[in-house]
Nanobody, 115 residues
Framework: QVQLVESGGGLVQPGGSLRLSCAASRIIFSITAMGWYRQAPGKQRELVAKITSGGSTNYADSVKGRTTISRDNAKNTVNLQMDSLKPEDTAVYYC?????????WGQGTQVTVSS
């Protein structure tokens, strides 16, 4: 069974930065995309950013220009660098790995942006 372990969440002041990391417990084959989603209280889970096996990236409009997703194919890790954080970025952030046959989710890591 594959486990995705997220790290890097926490409390940060508005305007600050965080780097989220996600590592798989074992090598995953046939990956099509790796990404980060978030869910704020009372809202649906939404895409933050994703990167395909070919290196193409996709960002939510709300984070464009201040967020960068990167991946290490050999290590099956995906990172999310978030800068200029805003209170509306507060949410639980989930790592996702999509393959040809299935999709894996992490347990989530809390990001709170508050002064």
């Amino acid at each position: 069974q594959v486990q995705l372990v997220e790290s890097g969440g926490g409390l940060v002041q508005p305007g600050g930065s965080l780097r989220l990391s996600c590592a798989a417990s074992r090598i995953i084959f046939s990956i099509t995309a790796m990404g980060w989603y978030r869910q704020a209280p009372g809202k649906q889970r939404e895409l933050v950013a994703k990167i395909t096996s070919g290196g193409s990236t996709n960002y939510a409009d709300s984070v464009k220009g201040r967020t960068t997703i990167s991946r290490d194919n050999a290590k099956n890790t995906v990172n999310l660098q978030m800068d200029s954080l805003k209170p509306e970025d507060t949410a639980v952030y989930y790592c996702n790995v999509a393959t040809v046959g299935t999709s894996y989710w992490g347990q989530g890591t809390q990001v709170t942006v508050s002064s």
